[in-house]
């Protein structure tokens, strides 16, 4: 069989041309249950055709904020766009119903239809649609083929793996060529390697489709390897919005640096003292001149890079921490070694050889004497100009 691209296929089977994708604009969004407020005013504009990625710890409204987009929860405030279109506002004067959003939708349980094959599965969106029996099997066959499930199109769910489950939940949902794809935790079911071919599939059909994709995880990973944008949520409200190399290489607060990275970089809790820095018995550098002249309750955050740290059995003096060995992992060519500093924090330290050390062993941690940010106490970066 010859490849043909989409268009060829969108061509010459005469679908409907269904290509596209929408803008997303979300404006001081809020969701409140009762008492609680699972989502408090947020606020997120992307371009058509991104990969949004909501990352976030459990319970910060990540999955509110998906189930809104979809049209499952009504806000209580705010507004939502696709492309030039309101979908729903919170005062209630636009609501879209889920069906009419062109938005498609994957959980982490699949959810298929178990007394239909997969074709059926699949091609059930389109006969809702009311398309047109020729329709139907055409795309059906072009969904197939893009998740690569072409063989197993007469099966039922539950005589295939889960992995598969996933794919045929994906190519359902794509079926209908939705502008918007929305996804919830869709690999957290998947082990360890699958979840990894799955990510790449998922990018796949992301750029074939051309649509603009939101993604609900609490996997720093996926969101550093998947997104366009990451909307990094914690307590309703977002943290920090940015690329992933922006919120890696400049994390706006001690949570977004502690959150993002392998390792995330470290945070070490230091008193100011007449214009220095320390913590555990150690200098750690002088105090920035904004803290210096700040509210005065003399706590700085310092950050320190996982490769900025320096951490060997021998190390004593200026500068070293009296650290205990936790654990070390190979990571690319080199070794990330675990310590609990002396208050119980895990510090994560890189360097090029394993250390000859068990679990408990003590060792010496050598903070470098300018951290490479610096966070107040309530956790927001200070920009002293003196950051690296
Ligand atoms: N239907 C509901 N009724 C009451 N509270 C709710 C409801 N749905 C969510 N919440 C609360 O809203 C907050 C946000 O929940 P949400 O499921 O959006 O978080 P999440 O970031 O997706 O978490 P997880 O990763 O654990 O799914 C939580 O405190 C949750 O308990």
Same mark, same amino acid.
């Given at each position: ?26 404006? =001081? ?14 606020? +997120? ?6 990969? @949004? ?15 809104? *987009? ?9 507004? +939502?766009? /696709? ?10 004067? #636009? ?9 498609? *939708?994957? /959980?982490?349980? !699949? ?11 699949? #091609?059930?969106? *389109? ?86 994709? &939101?993604? &609900? ?21 977002? #943290? ?14 001690? /949570?977004?640096?502690? /959150? ?6 470290? +945070?070490?809790?230091?008193? &100011? ?69 002396? =208050? ?18 003590? @060792? ?9 940010? !610096? ?10 100009? #003196?950051?690296?």
């Amino acid at each position: 069989m010859t490849p043909t691209t989409d268009t060829d296929r969108a061509e010459r089977t005469g679908m409907r041309s269904g290509a596209s994708s929408a803008s997303l604009a979300i404006t =001081d969004l809020r969701k409140d249950f009762g008492g609680t407020t699972a989502v408090d005013g947020i606020s +997120i504009d992307v371009p058509a055709g991104s990969f @949004l990625v909501l990352l976030g710890p459990s319970g910060c409204g990540k999955t509110t904020t998906l189930r809104m *987009l979809a049209g499952l929860e009504n806000p209580t405030g705010g507004e +939502i766009r /696709f492309g030039d279109r309101v979908i729903a506002r919170g005062d209630g004067t #636009e609501l879209v119903a889920p069906a009419e959003r062109e938005a498609g *939708l994957v /959980f982490q349980s !699949y959810a298929l239809w178990p007394h239909k094959t997969v074709r059926q599965n699949i #091609e059930w969106p *389109l006969t809702v649609a009311k398309w047109s029996r020729a329709d139907r099997r055409s795309r059906g066959d072009e969904v197939l083929s893009l998740l690569a499930i072409a063989e197993l199109a007469d099966r039922y769910p539950g005589e295939i793996s889960g992995g598969q489950q996933q794919r045929v939940a994906i190519a359902r949902m794509i079926a209908p060529q939705p502008k918007v794809l929305l996804f919830d935790e869709p690999l957290s079911n998947l082990d360890a390697r699958l979840r990894v071919e799955t990510r790449g599939e998922l990018m796949r059909v992301h750029r074939s489709t051309g649509a603009t994709s &939101v993604y &609900v995880t609490h996997d720093q990973v996926e969101a550093m390897t998947m997104a366009t944008h990451i909307a990094l949520m914690k307590d309703g409200r977002i #943290e920090q919005f940015g690329t992933p190399r922006e919120l890696l290489e400049s994390p706006r607060t001690a /949570f977004a640096a502690t /959150f993002i990275g392998t390792p995330p970089a470290n +945070i070490v809790e230091c008193r &100011v003292h007449d214009g220095r820095l320390r913590a555990y018995g150690v200098d750690c550098g002088a105090a920035p001149s904004v803290a210096a002249d700040g509210d005065g309750d003399g706590v700085v955050r310092a950050m320190y890079r996982a490769s900025s740290l320096a951490a060997s059995e021998e190390a004593t003096g200026p500068g070293v921490v009296a650290a205990t060995f936790a654990d070390q992992v190979p990571m690319a060519d080199r070794w990330v070694i675990g310590v609990d500093l002396p =208050d119980g924090t895990r510090a994560h330290v890189s360097r090029d050889t394993p250390v000859g050390l068990l679990p408990g062993d003590g @060792l010496g941690v050598r903070l470098p004497s300018e951290p490479d940010a !610096y966070f107040d106490a309530a956790g927001e970066r200070l920009d002293t100009g #003196e950051n690296r």
